[in-house]
């Protein structure tokens, strides 16, 4: 099977900070298939895939794909870029770049914060709405969003700020490439920090 845990890998990177189903990484009607969710499985063991399932605003709301992320940045550049020109991470406004660096933001997230809880998850609002990552450590929980973007804009907490409202939360984070900020609306605390604070996330919201 050592094509299919290649296949598996390569379909991880490729779709890192989109929904990951078994469909990606062979179809559905290929040999082979029915083996796909036990090499996924298995990839989980290893600590070679971080498994993040994506929860809904009320429990019972269980079924919908779980994003996955490679748990070696080095790998999922060698995976996603390969063969592609290099790129600038400070040409942020255009489209690939944006794109590719939203994505390596969000895997090298999703390794630090694994690395400081039990668990991740996403968070699905409504069918065009979600928030990239939800924490729990002890009785606080934090909603992280990720935007490739060199600075802050209200804007792009727009989904935290309503899960913050919905829940009553008094924190919620936005992960970018700007500088550390703290912005105060209605009442909620939201962090601007840049992804190199992402091992210090809890401990800054903890201490507010």
Not at 71 to 87: A, C, E, K, V, W
Not at 107 to 122: H, K, P, T, Y
Not at 183 to 202: H, M, Q, V
Request: net charge positive; proline share 5%.
């Amino acid at each position: 099977n050592t094509n299919l845990f290649g296949r598996a890998l390569s379909a991880v990177a490729a779709n890192v900070g989109s929904p990951s189903k078994n469909s990606q990484v062979i179809k559905t009607d290929a040999p082979g298939y029915k083996k796909v969710a036990g090499i996924l499985s298995r990839l989980e063991l290893w600590q070679l895939i971080i498994n993040a399932p994506q929860l809904g605003k009320a429990p019972e709301q269980l079924n919908f794909p779980p994003k996955r992320y490679l748990y070696d940045i080095g790998m999922l550049n060698y995976l996603r870029f390969r063969g592609r020109p290099d790129f600038d991470a400070s040409q942020i406004s255009d489209p690939f770049v944006k794109i590719a660096v939203g994505g390596l933001i969000e895997n090298a997230l999703a390794i630090s914060l694994r690395n400081q809880v039990r668990e991740i998850v996403g968070i699905k609002l409504s069918k065009n709405s979600e928030i990239d990552f939800g924490v729990k450590r002890d009785n606080l929980f934090v909603p992280i969003e990720c935007k490739a973007a060199n600075d802050f804009k209200l804007q792009h907490a727009f989904s935290v700020l309503n899960y913050c409202r919905l829940f009553g939360l008094k924190h919620g984070v936005v992960v970018n490439l700007g500088t550390p900020a703290i912005i105060e609306k209605e009442g909620i605390n939201i962090y601007s920090l840049p992804a190199y604070l992402a091992d210090e996330i809890l401990r800054l919201v903890a201490e507010k």
